[in-house]
């Protein structure tokens, strides 16, 4: 099902956000993962849209968003500085998923005035040695053979094999839209995410907060999930299961019944 939107290009700071509003009412802004770009939200749009203003973003260094570096914190304060153009009110849901999960959680630290609400999915504050690992391992196969070279890696982190098997022309489709990441932005990303520690962060933040995750997310586990929604002090935590790293383009209508209550006035 297709929804109209509009397609807007935000200014700050000299740098260029780009945006696709759908529907009216409360806005909810959508951050989307590393490896599953803002296309992954777009099964779940029509039920998001019934009630409320979608702003679904290209974070920077995706599509024709500026590439600002690869620090999350520039990141958040380029995507903060950019919504503050819309003049949001009331302040908007953030619904971040993977990477996006974890902009749209510093975005929050840095910028708490902005949010109302948190949905973070399939995220965490801090990756194990092994995640971290795995993002400069990436990062270095991708610099020496290219993106093609760990597609099937990417694929992995983002669907469960058994998922894969089931469902070739989705896997086939994501893997062309992985192929299309400006490597710039994957290497920053990959930096960012093996290194970054929002720990000590995110005690501080009384946003309330809805942590989910697919119980067979191989990217970031569940066991971060539930670290992050117990450091968090007003989150609540829900696991779905049979999903992994994408529920909302796995199963669109589980993922919005899991956060339907939340997004409510």
């Known amino acids: ?63 024709s968003s500026s590439f600002v570096g690869g620090s999350l914190d520039a990141i958040a ?31 929050a630290i840095r910028h708490p005035a902005m949010v109302s609400k948190l949905i973070l999915a399939d995220c965490g504050a801090c990756f194990t040695e092994p995640g971290r690992a795995a993002f400069r391992g990436m990062s270095e196969n991708a610099k020496n053979k290219g993106l093609s070279a760990i597609a099937d890696v990417a694929m992995r982190r983002l669907f469960a094999p058994a998922y894969q098997e089931q469902h070739p022309d989705l896997i086939a489709q994501r893997k062309e839209r992985f192929l299309s990441i400006n490597m710039e932005t994957f290497h920053g990303a990959c930096n960012a995410l093996s290194t970054m520690d929002l720990r000590p962060l995110v005690k501080e933040l009384q946003i309330p907060s ?40 796995q199963d669109p209508e589980a993922f919005f019944a899991a956060i339907k209550d939340f997004i409510k006035n």
């Not at 697919?214 to 299961?241: H, Q, R, V, W, Y």
Request: charged share 10%; aromatic share 8%.
């Open 210 to 249: 809805l942590v989910l995750c697919g119980e067979f997310d191989e990217a970031t586990p569940p066991a971060m999930s539930e670290e992050l929604a117990n450091l968090l002090p007003n989150a609540s935590l829900n696991i779905l299961p049979g999903l992994a790293h994408v529920p909302q383009l």
């Open 77 to 107: 304060d380029q995507i903060a500085g950019a919504l503050k153009t819309l003049n949001l009110t009331p302040a908007p849901i953030f619904l971040g998923n993977g990477y996006g999960g974890f902009v749209a959680l510093n975005t």
């Open 1 to 63: 099902m297709s929804i109209n939107f509009e397609s807007v290009n935000l200014q700050f700071n000299q740098h260029q956000l780009s945006i696709k509003v759908y529907g009216a009412g409360p806005s909810i802004v959508l951050f989307h993962s590393l490896l599953a770009d803002q296309t992954s939200f777009e099964k779940v749009l029509p039920n998001l849209a019934k009630d409320h203003q979608v702003i679904l973003l290209s974070l920077p260094g995706f599509d």
